[in-house]
C-alpha cells in the first residue's frame, strides 16, 4: 500500500492516486464484467460499463477499448453501493466528540461497501445555519458522498425561518426530532407539533427519535435509587414501552397534521408495531430498524467487564432476544423499511466517563463498516429475503426516501458509480484490529458470516479491492437532497377532502323547543 505522510496517516488506509497495481490504473473509464447486476426491481447477467464517474451502460457483452479497467465479476453480485441513513461522525454528545470524524468514518464505510450516508447535522445552541455551517466544515475531509439531514431542537421564528432556508437553499430534506435526551436534544410536543406543520409546507420529511424522555429521566432515577450504576441500568431505565409509547405519539400526531414520518432507530418490537398498524391504516410511515437492533441482544449489557457491557449503550437500548427477530422479520415483510446503523462510537476511555454512572456513558455503537456484510448474512444468506429486497433495504428505498433516487440506488445508465461486486461465496469477519474505525473496540467483534463485499467503486473510483482500501480526503461530494418526496405524493388530496368534509353545513332549526 501507498501511504502519504499528511495527518490521517493510518497503517490500513493509503492514500491519494498512486499505483496499487494494474486494476487500481487511474483510467477513469471502468468495465465490470459478466456479474450478476441487481437493482431492487431486477436483476441480471450484465456488464457495467462507468465513465468519469458515472454508470454509462448496462447491457451484457459491452466491448470496450484497452484504455479501460476491466473488472472480472462473473458468479458475483453487482449491486449499488450501501447508503447509510443514519450516522453521526464527528459529533459532540454527552461531553465528549464521536472518535470518527468524516474521514475515518467514510473510510471505514467503503471499506464495507457504504458509499453514501447521510448524517445528523446538529444545531449550535438552537441555529440551524450555525450547525449547517460548523458539519460543512467537519465534513470537508470527506472522501465520500454525503447529505445531512437537521435536527430541532428548540422553537421560534428563527429556527422556523431557517428550516425553509435549509430546505430551498442548503439541500436538507429532513428535520429529526428528538423525544428523549431530556435536558439536552429533547423537545416537547407543541415544538413537535409546529416542527411538523412546517416539515409539511416545506414537503420535508420529519423524523423522530421516540422514546419518552421524562419516563427515561424517571426510569434513571429508579435505578440509581436501587443503587442500579452499570451499564445494564441503561436498558432498564428505558424499556420498550416507552419506545412504545413515543412512537404512537409521534405517528399520531404526524397523522393529525398529515405529513409523512420516519421513525429512526425502531429497536422494539412494541415500536414496530405502532409502526405497522399506521401502515395498514394507510399512513406514510416509515420504519429503521438499525444493524444493532436486528442482530444483537441486550445479554451484552450484563458483562461484568464496564469495558464490555459499555460499548453496547445506545439509545433506544439493544433489547431482550426476541425483539431484532421480530424486527428481522418486519424488514423481510416490508414492514420496516430500510437498515440504518446509528454509527455514532466511542472509544473505550470515552465510554469509561460513565464508569460509575451510566447516565454518563456515551450513547452510540459502530455499524457503518459492518452494516452491508451483516444484512447479507442475517436476512439474505438466511432466506428470508432476496437479493433485489438487499439492493432496496440497503440502498434504493434511502435513496427515494430522500429524493435522490435514482442518481444514487441504482445501476443504471445515468446513475452515480457507486457500486459494489459482492462475492456470495467468500466470508467476513469483524474485529476492532481490522476494521478502519478509529474505535478501539466493535460491538460485533469476532463475529463471522456469510458473503464480502471485494470491491467498492465510489463515483467511479475504485476504493476498496482485494482487502485494501484507498481514499483520497476532499474527494467526497455534499448532495443536495430535494423537498417533495414520493411520500408527498397525494397529501394535498388528503388534505381537501378532509377539509371538504369539515365545510358540508350543519342543517340546524332555529326554534329548539
Ligand atoms: O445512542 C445513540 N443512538 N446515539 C446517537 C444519538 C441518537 O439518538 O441517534
Ligand atoms: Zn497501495
Ligand atoms: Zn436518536
Ligand atoms: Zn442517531
Known sequence: ???????????????????????????????????????????????????DGLIVDV????????????????????????????????????????????????????????????????????????????????AKNSCMDYGFHMAITKWDETVSREMEIMVKEKGINSFKFFLAYKGSLMINDELLLEGFKKCKSLGALAMVHAENGDAVFEGQKRMIELGITGPEGHALSRPPVLEGEATARAIRLAGFVNTPLYVVHVMSIDAMEEIARARKSGQRVVGEPVASGLVLDDSVLWDPDFNIAAKFVMSPPIR????????????????????????????STQKALGIDDFRKIPNGVNGIEERMHLVWDTMVASGQISVTDYVRVTSTECARVFNIYPKKGAILPGSDADIIVFNPNSSFKISSSAHHSRSDTNVYEGRTGKGKVEVTIARGRIVWLNGELKVVPGSGKYIEMPPFSYLFDGVDKADASYLSSLRVPVQRSKATK
Open 1 to 51: 500500500a501507498s501511504a502519504s505522510s499528511d495527518e490521517f496517516c493510518d497503517a490500513r488506509i493509503s492514500y491519494g492516486d498512486s499505483g496499487c497495481g494494474i486494476s487500481l490504473s487511474s483510467s477513469s473509464k471502468i468495465l465490470i464484467k459478466g456479474g450478476i447486476v441487481v437493482n431492487a426491481h431486477h436483476q441480471e447477467v450484465a456488464d457495467v460499463y462507468i465513465d
Open 320 to 347: 431482550a432476544p426476541g425483539h431484532g427477530k421480530a424486527l428481522q422479520a418486519a424488514l423481510s415483510m416490508g414492514l420496516l423499511q430500510l437498515v440504518g446503523t446509528d454509527h455514532c462510537t466511542f472509544n
Open 59 to 138: 447491457k451484457p457483452n459491452i466491448k470496450v477499448g484497452d484504455e479501460v479497467t476491466i473488472i472480472d465479476a462473473t458468479g458475483k453480485f453487482v449491486m449499488p453501493g450501501g447508503i447509510d441513513p443514519h450516522t453521526h461522525l464527528a459529533m459532540e454528545f454527552m461531553g465528549t466528540e464521536t472518535i470518527d470524524d468524516f474521514f475515518s468514518g467514510q473510510a471505514a464505510a467503503l471499506a464495507g461497501g457504504t458509499t453514501m450516508h447521510i448524517d445528523f447535522v446538529i444545531p449550535v445552541n438552537g441555529s440551524l445555519s450555525a450547525g449547517f455551517k460548523s458539519y460543512t466544515e467537519k
